[in-house]
């Protein structure tokens, strides 16, 4: 069975820090990449960050590279994104994701979604 629980989301100032946390089953990590994706109001869910499943490659989009960073914890099964200097743009709701192998983190390839987080930027 496929799980996913995120945590860790709140309110932050800008250019403050949180730590999203996903926690997922064994299986889950081993057979599926895991993914970040956010969807602010009104707009499109968007691919945020990636990690493989096998060689934990990474993929960041643009937007916050430099910013965050993604890991993971093997023994605890838990997937981390690291998030500094957040802006007000990064408000959103953020989810993990179990995703098909693709360097570019697509939304498309997403196959199991959990129930999100929201993340708010704002002083």
């Known amino acids: 069975q496929v799980q996913l629980v995120e945590s860790g989301g709140g309110l932050v100032q800008p250019g403050g820090s949180l730590r999203l946390s996903c926690a997922a089953s064994k299986f889950t990590l081993d057979y599926y990449d895991i993914g970040w994706f956010r969807q602010a109001p009104g707009g499109e869910r968007e691919g945020v960050s990636c990690?493989?499943?096998?060689?934990?490659?990474?993929y960041y989009a643009d937007s916050v590279k430099g910013r965050f960073t993604i890991s993971r914890d093997n023994a605890k099964n838990l997937v981390y994104l690291q998030m500094n200097s957040l802006k007000p743009e990064d408000t959103a709701v953020y989810y993990c994701?179990?995703?098909?192998?693709?360097?570019?983190?697509?939304?498309?390839?997403?196959?199991?979604w959990g129930q999100g987080t929201q993340v708010t930027v704002s002083s």
């Open positions: 994701a179990a995703v098909l192998r693709d360097s570019t983190c697509p939304v498309r390839r997403v196959r199991y």
């Open positions: 990690i493989g499943s096998s060689d934990g490659s990474t």
